[in-house]
C-alpha cells in the first residue's frame, strides 16, 4: 500500500525548532514534487513550503528564512526543519507529494502531524 507517514511534530517553545518527516512507503519508483501544508483551527490549509524533483524551493512568506524543506531521494523521505517557531505556526502539518509507481502518477497527503508552539 502507497502511503506518507508524517512524525516529528510535538509541543515546543517559541523560538524553538522542530523538523518534520515525512516517508514515503509501498511499491514506489520515486517521489516528484513534495511539498507541506499547514491547517490551523478555524483556517483554510495553506502551503506552506514546496520542493520539486531537482530541488528547486518555494516557501510561503511567513516561514521565509525560518523553516527550510528538504528531501532524500534515495529514501524516498522528506524533510521540514522548522526554526525560530511562533505561536501562529501552531497548526496540523500535513506532507504531500505526488507519488511515482505502477500504475502512474498520484498525489497523496500523508495524516498529519500535530505542532504546538507556546507562548
Known amino acids: 500500500q502507497v502511503q506518507l507517514v508524517e512524525s516529528g511534530g510535538g509541543l515546543v517553545q517559541a523560538g524553538g525548532s522542530l523538523r518534520l518527516s515525512c516517508a514515503a512507503s509501498?511499491?514506489?519508483?520515486?517521489?516528484?514534487?513534495m511539498g507541506w501544508y499547514r491547517q490551523a483551527p478555524g483556517k483554510q490549509r495553506e502551503r506552506v513550503a514546496a520542493?520539486?524533483?531537482?530541488?528547486?524551493?518555494n516557501y510561503a512568506d511567513s516561514v521565509k528564512g525560518r523553516f527550510t524543506i528538504s528531501r532524500d531521494n534515495a529514501k524516498n523521505l522528506g524533510y521540514l526543519q522548522m526554526n525560530s517557531l511562533k505561536p501562529e505556526d501552531t497548526a496540523i502539518y500535513y506532507c504531500?507529494?505526488?507519488?511515482?509507481?505502477?500504475?502512474?502518477?498520484?498525489?497523496?497527503w500523508g495524516q498529519g502531524t500535530q505542532v504546538t508552539v507556546s507562548s
Open positions: 520542493i520539486t524533483s531537482g530541488g528547486s524551493t
Open positions: 509501498g511499491s514506489i519508483f520515486s517521489i516528484n514534487a
Open positions: 504531500n507529494a505526488k507519488l511515482v509507481h505502477i500504475g502512474g502518477i498520484y498525489e497523496y
